[in-house]
């Protein structure tokens, strides 16, 4: 889930940046320390901007820096379990599909995809259901459930498990077919 956060904190502007805005300077170092990162409380930071109440600062004897107080704002994306949400499929591979959810891909395993017997199909590549014959390839939108999130270490480490196996997920056209079976039924 995609969320934006005000934060106060105190940051250490290097002398190297004494040139510049103290706005501008202050903005550099905020985006250094904060962007591309993974914080346990946040999640994935993607963007830190907007400082204001800038404090005049202080300089520590021996260090030649100011540190200066200030709130600003951050955009995180932190995925949270049970959440669901809708991404294109990025890459499909024998033993499952790769799902882009906001700046990561989530890894739906072959079990998890539908409750058809799914065979993998390398020409397409894709995964076809034996008995629905439901197709899923790459550049299909689909909805899903995030199952699992592990996110230790960096960005690269962070591992997401996806399942579209309960009913109200998938592609749309399977859920409007399964929509169209019930109206048919009654």
Known sequence: MFRIYTIED???VDPLYFELDLEESVLKVLRNRYERRIDPDFGIVLAAWNPQNISEGKVIPGDGASY?????????WKPELNEIIEGEISEIVEFGAFVRIGPLDGLVHLS????DFLSFDKKIPAFVGKESKKVVKKGDVVTAK??????????ADTKIGLTMRPEGLGKDEWLVAAEEKKARKK
């Open 68 to 76: 200066h107080k200030l709130s600003f704002d951050l955009l995180a």
């Open 10 to 12: 105190t940051v250490r």
């Open 146 to 155: 995030i199952s699992t999130v592990s996110m230790k270490g960096g960005i």
């Open 112 to 115: 998890q995809i539908t409750n």
